[in-house]
């Protein structure tokens, strides 16, 4: 874990010097890519803390034990054809670091939406052209960055500025500012989605429209299926196969819900914030658990996520 948590805690605080309240485009661009890499590298810390395997491509033990307990070995083991040769030291890319992660860190698991966007953004300035940068979105994410590693940093158990250095006032001012737009826009939008259902639920007109789309979406082993945060009915995920990138070719790491509709009131969502903070993605895992295994065929679930990772 020390050679992954101290990359960690050296971009990160390359991106807490960054982060203020007024910020140019070039000082977003590149506190976005400290705070992506560092949170690659806390993620791979923590799954290499609970076992070092976790973190490598290839986790055989014929693989990996020539890796990590190669000055345990005899001198016989380059003839054991259980021990390779030539192991492959090949590591695991940020997006299946953060599948694993949740499933051991509830502050992987809690942040799970916002860590994709930081994803989608990364790739953007590693992969892609930066015409296509969301410097409103970028903005938004470095807002979370304070509440994102404070949470990491009381699993770690290590302080906050042990972790990313010591804090600056812009970075306590934007907390309070994320936390704050987040809550208020969330439940602004619940609040319009809810009175708009209570005009809608005994309205004449609208009942023949209320009664088929009971109809359709009253399906409780649907895989796809949740309670409407606003109004109570039936909403539905929409989901996506996530794609990692190793050895020039992607590869499919699992299923993840990219937004959250209701026929009945119109609520709608796909922001990673806002499913966090809603805890969309636990409702989304849970559901799928409870019903058994989803079908995540590609026919099922289509991905966008095509560029490299």
């Known amino acids: 874990m020390a050679s992954y948590y101290e990359d960690a805690r050296s971009f990160l605080s390359k991106c807490s010097a960054l982060v203020k309240v007024q910020m140019l485009d070039t000082d977003i661009l590149d506190a976005t890519l400290f705070f992506a890499i560092g949170m690659e590298r806390l993620l791979k810390a923590l799954l290499s803390r609970l076992n070092p395997v976790f973190v490598y491509v290839d986790q055989s033990f014929k693989n990996t034990a020539p890796l990590l307990y190669k000055e345990h070995l005899a001198p016989s083991a380059q003839w054991n054809k259980e021990f390779a040769k030539q192991p492959d030291e090949k590591v695991i890319a940020y997006r299946l670091a953060l599948l694993r992660a949740k499933e051991f860190s509830p502050a992987a698991n809690r942040h799970y939406s916002t860590l994709l966007d930081l994803s989608d953004l990364r790739d953007i300035i590693v992969h892609r052209q930066l015409s296509e940068f969301d ?78 789309l009971h109809g359709i979406y009253d399906d409780p082993e649907a895989h796809d299926h949740a309670e409407c945060p606003a109004c109570g009915n039936v909403a539905e995920f929409s989901a996506e196969l996530d794609y990692d990138y190793a050895d020039g070719q992607l590869y499919p790491v699992g299923v993840y819900p990219t937004a959250l509709r209701c026929p009945f009131c119109g609520f709608f969502t796909d922001d990673g914030e806002e499913m966090d903070y809603l805890g969309l993605q636990e409702v989304f895992y849970e559901h799928q658990e409870k019903i058994g295994e989803p079908n995540k065929s590609a026919d099922r679930y289509v991905s966008h996520r095509t560029d490299a990772a």
């Open 135 to 212: 410097f409103d979105k970028a903005k938004s994410l470095l807002a979370a960055f304070l509440p994102i590693t404070r949470d990491f940093a009381t699993e770690c158990e290590v302080s906050l500025p042990e972790l990313i250095g010591d804090l600056i006032h812009g970075l306590e001012f934007l907390t309070k500012q994320y936390a704050g737009t987040t809550e208020e826009r969330v439940k602004k939008k619940l609040e319009y989605y809810r009175s708009q259902w209570d005009g809608w639920k005994d309205d004449q007109v609208q009942s023949g429209r209320i009664q088929q």
